[in-house]
Structure formats: C-alpha cells, structure tokens
C-alpha cells in the first residue's frame, strides 16, 4: 500500500479534482501540483471564483439554465424569437448551440433522456411543463436539438407524443456528414441519416 505523501487537505483536494469529467487520479494530482505551484494567482482566486459560483448560480425556473439570475440572461434577452423553442437535454448543449450562434430562439432543458435501463422516466425530467410554455408562450416551433443516441431519439419521439395535437410544428436537428468530414472516416448510421436527409443543391 502506498505511503500518503501531503496532508489530508491536500489528499481532499485531489479526490475532487478527480471527480470531474476526463481528470483521473494521475491526471487530478497533476492539476493539485499545479494549483499549489500556482496558488497566488490560481488556487486562491478559483477557490474565490467557486465560493461565490456556490453561493450566487441557480436554475432558471422557467427554461431550466443554469446562471445567477431567475429568470436567466437568455430568458430575458429581447431579441430572441419569442415563438421558437429549442429543446435539449443538458445546459452544456444550450451552452454548444449558444457558442455556435445559429439560432436566436428561447430554450427548454429537460435535464437527461428518458433512459429505461438506468431507470430515469418522464417523471425524472422536466417534461411535465413543456406542454404548458409550449401553449402559453405561443409557441410555433419546437426544435428538438436531442443527441443521435437510442436514449435520445427515445426522448424525442416522447417528446413529439407529448406535443401531438398542440398544432406547433416538431423539427428536428439533422443528422449526417459533419462539415469537414470525410466518407471514408465516417461510420454507417452516419452516411445513412446523411442519404436520407439529403436536399436540394
């Protein structure tokens, strides 16, 4: 067994880091090393940054973002067509669409994908409200921006079923080549959804 090296704050401090997404034991005690060499310039102010994440961030009761305020920065922003809904799973997704700046419309979060084997239904997401802001904000569109998964296709045939006899128009995010991509490196559910949602050139 090995021998602990740093005390036990030091020890807490890398079993976190560990816990985040693509950092390891080994890579989680890089990132400690890191921050103590640093922590005049980086320890302390992100321990500040996260102290005040903590206390300050919340969900946005009305699309469920994630931000400071309640209703959040993108529910209050005017520019948005107020009449166009795009439903994703997690705020890093609104967060992606966000990034790329292709559309300008309003969100709803449902927090996961139905998913059976792991035992999360439609109670366990933020389904039960979407027909209402659908009815009540007047809602022409609902852009499902859902991942080509099985757990994700799942949630958005739910999600059409939910919606079917609303009158709003259900798209969906298409699927195919990336741009960039070449055949050849692409695998063959990919070449197949891009056939069929070939259009005109």
Same mark, same amino acid.
């Not at 321990?47 to 469920?64: E, L, N, Q, W």
């Given at each position: 067994m090995a021998e602990r090296v740093a005390g036990p704050e030091i020890e807490r401090l890398i079993q976190l880091l560990a816990r985040l997404p693509g950092l390891g034991p080994r890579s989680a005690r890089r990132a400690a090393l890191h921050l103590i060499r640093r922590r005049e310039e980086l320890l302390g102010p992100l =321990?500040? *940054?996260? =102290? !005040? =994440? #903590? *206390?300050?961030?919340? !969900? @946005?009761? #009305? @699309?469920?973002n994630v931000d400071t305020l309640d209703p959040c920065t993108v529910c209050r922003d005017p520019r948005r067509d107020p009449h166009t809904l795009v439903v994703v799973e997690t705020v890093a997704d609104l967060w992606a669409l966000e990034r790329a700046a292709a559309v300008r419309a309003r969100y709803h979060v449902l927090g996961g994908t139905l998913s059976p084997l792991d035992g999360i239904g439609a109670d366990d997401l933020n389904l039960a409200t979407l027909p209402d802001r659908v009815r009540e904000d007047q809602i022409t569109e609902v852009i499902l921006a859902v991942n080509a998964t099985v757990d994700g296709q799942t949630t958005a045939h739910y999600v059409t079923d939910l919606l079917r006899g609303s009158g709003v128009k259900t798209t969906r995010l298409a699927h195919g080549v990336p741009v960039g991509g070449e055949l050849d490196y692409l695998d063959e559910g990919t070449l197949a959804a891009a056939l069929r949602s070939r259009t005109d050139f």
């Open positions: =321990a500040d *940054a996260m =102290a !005040t =994440a #903590h *206390a300050s961030i919340v !969900t @946005c009761g #009305h @699309c469920g």
